[in-house]
């Protein structure tokens, strides 16, 4: 009886301090909404992209850099 108490407690705390260690490492969304389109390698491919998509998402578009840890691949994010 104890071990079953003891390995299920184990378990249980190793999953807690799994989902929280991976909890600080995700990339928050821009906003409700917004939908990541594409990804290009320059700022200036990003927003050409968004200028020619325009018929299809409006004027409403950002782009950013992917995450910290990857900045040289730039998102562009749309609304539709």
């Not at 104890?2 to 807690?16: E, K, M, Q, S, V």
């Not at 200028?51 to 691949?73: L, M, N, Q, T």
């Amino acid at each position: 009886m104890f071990r079953r108490a003891a390995a299920a407690l184990t378990t249980t705390a190793t999953a807690a301090v799994l989902a929280l260690g991976f909890a600080g490492t995700a990339e928050a969304a821009p906003g409700i909404g917004f939908y990541a389109r594409s990804h290009h390698i320059s700022y200036a491919d990003c927003q050409a992209a968004g200028k020619a998509g325009y018929h299809i998402w409006g004027p409403i578009f950002f782009c950013e850099p992917f995450s910290s840890a990857r900045p040289d691949v730039i998102v562009l994010w749309v609304r539709y």
